[in-house]
């Protein structure tokens, strides 16, 4: 096994630029890690659009296989509690930034990043819903932690994007009323179909710094002013779950919506998610979002079809989860 060759998608750096490109590679090439996993879904999400396209700082070591979570089946494991043949996912702990990662047949990782596949869910379901899926259900966890107020509406933010989609699903499915904030009117359709009860557009950047009350809770996956303008519309004890910053970085905002009306400002960060605490997440997952929501909010692609789309990602022209078959090299 360890002289095998396998495929991957490659990032260098020439001049500045970011080259991406399939290369063969030899297992032994991997880095160092106690499980080696042959992969069999990955995933795009947005930090890997950045990666690709060179318009984020998210990789400082070259070469670099991006992808920042995939699952597949154990090949080969010196840890505990993995064998030969174990269904495995990862998300998150520097993978694909750090660390090669799973846009490639193959990687080598610490057995301790990996999460044993949820019974209910096989490695395209899981990987349809990935880090950003992960991360909708932090977030979600976050909310009801802090309380939702019943009867009243909870906002998600980038709504058709992975997060978003995800966001909506479940948000839906425990019974909430949803309403979606999107700058895709064309995307309606299908976030009424996840289970939006109604759909908006983008969120003004111009207001006062307090709106009326709406949001009980909001997911925000995209930051900025959009982050500035939920917290506006907050109601009084209502919690905002931000984890995106698809909009931008800077965070413009008041103190009244946290000393007038209480309002809980959630940070959420899925990355160094602690171990232990993972499979619970993922079990709840797999109980809460139906198969046929997961299908719906997927689409699949080739390896080699990568590079292309990381580059509508992070235009924001990317609908849902895009899940990766890199068997199709
Ligand atoms: P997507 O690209 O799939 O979705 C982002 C969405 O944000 C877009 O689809 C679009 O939604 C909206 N959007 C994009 N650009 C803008 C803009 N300029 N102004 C307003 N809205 C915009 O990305 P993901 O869902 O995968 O990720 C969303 C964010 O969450 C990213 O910033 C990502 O880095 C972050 N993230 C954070 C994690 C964490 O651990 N904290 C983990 C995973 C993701 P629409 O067209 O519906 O308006």
Redesign the pocket.
């Given at each position: 096994m360890a002289n095998d060759s396998f495929k991957a998608l490659v990032l260098e750096q020439r001049d500045g630029r970011i080259d991406a490109a399939i290369q063969e590679l030899a297992t032994s090439a991997l880095p160092a890690g106690d499980v080696l996993v042959d992969i069999v879904y990955s995933t795009l999400?947005?930090?890997d659009g950045l990666a690709i396209t060179g318009r984020g700082k998210i990789i400082r070591q070259f070469p670099m296989v991006p992808g920042i979570d995939f699952a597949g089946t154990v090949a080969e494991s010196q840890h505990p509690d993995y064998q030969p043949g174990d269904a495995v996912l990862l998300t998150g702990w520097g993978v694909g930034e750090r660390h090669w990662g799973g846009l490639a047949q193959r990687a080598r990782v610490k057995g301790d990043w990996l999460v044993p596949l949820p019974a209910g869910l096989d490695a395209r379901s899981a990987m349809a819903v990935g880090?950003?899926g992960f991360?909708a259900m932090l977030c979600v966890l976050a909310l009801e932690q802090h309380g939702l107020a019943p009867g009243r509406e909870l906002l998600v933010t980038?709504?058709?994007?992975?997060?978003?989609s995800v966001a909506v699903a479940l948000l839906a499915q425990a019974g909430h009323t949803v309403v979606a904030s999107?700058?895709?009117a064309d995307?309606a359709d299908y976030l009424r179909e996840l289970g939006a009860a109604e759909v908006i557009g983008?969120l003004l950047a111009e207001g006062r710094p307090l709106e009326s009350e709406r949001w009980a809770g909001v997911v925000d996956?995209?930051?900025g002013t959009?982050l500035a303008a939920a917290l506006r519309s907050t109601v009084t004890g209502g919690s905002v779950a931000a984890?995106?910053?698809?909009?931008g970085i800077e965070l413009n905002t008041t103190v009244f919506p946290f000393i007038l009306r209480g309002v809980n400002l959630l940070g959420?960060?899925?990355?160094h998610y602690p171990r232990a605490a993972r499979p619970a997440v993922w079990a709840r997952i797999a109980r809460d979002l139906p198969a046929n929501t997961r299908e719906r909010m997927a689409q699949g692609i080739a390896l080699r079809d990568v590079p292309a789309y990381a580059a509508q990602?992070v235009d924001?022209k990317?609908r849902g989860r895009v899940v990766v078959d890199v068997g199709q090299a």
């Open positions: 999400n947005y930090k880090t950003a991360t980038g709504a058709a994007g992975g997060v978003g999107t700058g895709r995307e983008r996956t995209v930051g959009t984890c995106g910053n698809a909009g959420i960060e899925s990355v990602i924001g990317v």
